[in-house]
């Protein structure tokens, strides 16, 4: 298993474009998680998304957006892009459930988008 | 509303010394504690989580309730222990929160 994969690795985008980042979860995980990290801080829950429901929503406004796919696999959504969207945007995926182990976050490597 | 502090932004000791990194949290249920380590060029990754009770690569953290506490400790710092160390917290809602992280850095 190739671990959580996300595409792309870096990015480049202007003020108001739109951006689309992708993400696959290790198989077998049905949830998949959000963050972005800005430089010097810690990683910000962004979404939560479990069988294709969200499950939770952190304090981004409604440019942000996700949908996770049948397959698990999921996107995260950013339009109208400002400057401060600027970041390290990690996924995350977990089995999710009530087995031992099975809330542990496995992260991506995640993509860097810059907003010029 | 949950949050998660880390006072330190760097921490530095020799090889060799005992190292302790400082987590804070707040919130009103019943936390699960995590640490996670992102080594240079590398993703983040776990480390320990409270209710493991395990030691890894020699660090333990116990989580202190009365003092909603979860300090991380090492009794001997290696060098290759020279990290980002992130403190979260995973509420009943299934999300985590991340503390602001602390830079170890160990000198030989």
């Known amino acids: 298993d190739a671990g959580v994969t996300q595409s792309p690795t870096h990015l480049i985008k202007t003020r108001g474009q739109h951006v689309t980042l992708r993400c696959s979860p290790i198989?077998?995980?049905?949830?998949v998680s959000w963050y972005q990290q800005v430089l010097g801080q810690g990683p910000q829950f962004i979404f939560q998304y479990y069988e294709k429901e969200e499950r939770g929503r952190g304090n981004f406004p409604d440019r942000f957006s996700a949908r996770q796919f049948p397959n698990y696999s999921s996107e995260l959504n950013v339009n109208a892009l400002l400057l401060g969207d600027s970041a390290l945007y990690l996924c995350?995926?977990?089995?999710?459930?009530?087995?031992?182990?099975?809330?542990?976050?496995?992260f991506g490597a995640g993509s860097r988008l810059t907003v010029l | 509303a949950q949050r998660v502090t880390q006072p330190e932004k760097l921490l530095s000791v020799f090889k060799g010394a005992p190292v302790e990194l400082k987590c804070n949290y707040s919130?009103?249920?019943?936390?699960?504690l995590f640490w996670y380590v992102q080594y240079s060029r590398q993703r983040l990754q776990l480390l320990l989580r409270h209710i493991s009770r395990e030691s890894i690569k020699g660090f333990t953290a116990d989580l202190n309730k009365g003092e909603t506490s979860f300090h991380l400790k090492k009794p001997f710092a290696q060098e290759e222990d020279s990290a980002m160390y992130y403190c979260?917290?995973?509420?009943?809602?299934?999300?985590?929160?991340f503390g602001p992280g602390t830079r170890l850095s160990v000198l030989p």
């Open positions: 979260a917290l995973r509420s009943e809602g299934q999300n985590f929160v």
């Open positions: 198989s077998g995980h049905k949830s």
């Open positions: 995350a995926s977990s089995r999710a459930g009530t087995i031992s182990g099975a809330n542990v976050l496995t």
């Open positions: 919130y009103s249920g019943s936390p699960e």
